[in-house]
């Protein structure tokens, strides 16, 4: 089988199976003061300092927590409740939260349920370019208008296209209207240079990156708001209660080490997804690439072939040997349109259309060139019986 759907889950590093097996082995708590417990907390600390290094940041801002929607659902509730609690004055409360229209669920969702729970609190959509690229100049509107502070919500990179986003630039924009900024970086973390330091709040995950399921993070700075979602036994200073996950803490932190500035492993992932869409377009002329005329993620490529119809595409190509999928994986299995290339202003027929092929560590020339042989096929089989 071709496995090319890295965006989804990547396969688990060996750096992190290992780390991983060991850390199973320890019996201690983490927050247990005796010698296990003192052994447990040093691999919580290892991975604390790991995952600080990947995305420039400080240790001490590393919170754990079990993955990219409980860190993205944290960063938003927390924010807007740690505003109201650190001060009594009207204008340090976050009255109106933007988010890109491209945001990923955990995002968009939570945000939609904190304006319908909270009073006094307003959301807008930002949109975006035909590329998927932030309309920073929307956002700069947006942010002088309005009244009161803002948490302002931008992935690093966008999980079904690839598309990078003007990180830098937006964070200016928003550290000069006194705003928040909230980074999903968890598809980016490893593929391309993050800078925790240019947001307020920084999301990642364990398995996008070739470390375990159920193990994710938020980097909170210092001066930003922030209100736990679980309380309890006090652990992580009190903001994310519940002993630690060791075992997935630690295969967190060795996939962290091991992706950390790994430059020949980038090239080599970005030629294999160069390569397969140039021999895709090669075979399949008609074939589109969303987001191509924008700066992307080098493993990523979302296609579409006009005609075909996305669902049977991924069943088809699973059936082929070839795994690949529609847009996000993270709506239980199902397929629908695509929120991130509605906004982009595709149409409707074409979104139908597209599949998103994802690379990783451990992909090799024989998965593209079986993935562009099984869309040949496909395309062939398909457009042999429209004309028949």
């Not at 080599?268 to 005329?293: H, K, M, Q, W, Y």
């Amino acid at each position: 089988m071709a496995y090319c759907d890295h965006n989804a889950t990547s396969t688990l590093r060996p750096e992190a199976h290992q780390a991983m097996a060991q850390a199973l082995g320890v019996t201690g708590n983490p927050s247990s003061v005796h010698a296990h417990g003192r052994r447990a907390r040093g691999i919580v600390e290892d991975a604390r300092e790991a995952i600080a290094d990947l995305a420039g940041a400080k240790p001490e801002n590393v919170i754990f927590t079990s993955g990219a929607t409980e860190s993205n659902d944290l960063a938003i509730r927390g924010a807007v409740a740690g505003a109201i609690a650190q001060s009594e004055k009207t204008s340090a409360r976050i009255t109106r939260l933007f988010v890109s229209a491209i945001e990923h669920s955990s995002v968009l969702k939570t945000a939609e349920a904190v304006v319908e729970h909270s009073a006094g609190v307003r959301l807008d959509q930002l949109p975006v370019t035909a590329d998927g690229v932030l309309d920073t100049e929307a956002l700069r509107v947006a942010l002088r208008e309005g009244k009161g502070r803002a948490l302002v919500a931008v992935m690093a990179a966008n999980n079904e296209t690839g598309v990078v986003q003007p990180i830098g630039e937006i964070s200016r924009l928003v550290r000069e209207a006194g705003a928040l900024l909230l980074v999903d970086a968890v598809t980016a973390a490893g593929k391309i240079d993050l800078d925790a330091a240019l947001c307020d709040y920084m999301t990642l995950s364990a398995h996008k990156l070739g470390g375990p399921q159920g193990s994710g993070a938020l980097i909170v700075a210092e001066t930003a708001p922030l209100a736990p979602l679980l309380v309890g036994g006090g652990q992580q200073k009190g903001l994310r209660a519940g002993t630690e996950n060791l075992s997935g803490i630690a295969g967190f932190g060795a996939a962290a080490k091991a992706v950390r500035g790994d430059g020949v492993e980038r090239a080599r992932v970005t030629a294999l997804r160069d390569r397969f869409e140039s021999d895709l377009r090669r075979n399949l002329p008609d074939v589109v690439i969303f987001g191509e005329g924008a700066e992307r993620l080098g493993n990523t490529s979302n296609l579409a072939l006009p005609g075909l119809h996305a669902e049977n595409m991924v069943i088809a190509l699973d059936l082929d040997g070839v795994q690949v999928s529609s847009g996000s994986s993270c709506s239980s299995g199902k397929i629908a349109p695509s929120h991130v290339l509605s906004a982009m202003g595709v149409a409707d027929d074409l979104a139908g259309a597209s599949v998103r092929v994802s690379f990783g560590w451990d992909s090799v020339p024989a998965d593209a060139d079986a993935v562009v042989a099984a869309l040949v096929r496909l395309a062939g089989r398909v457009r042999s019986r429209s004309a028949a």
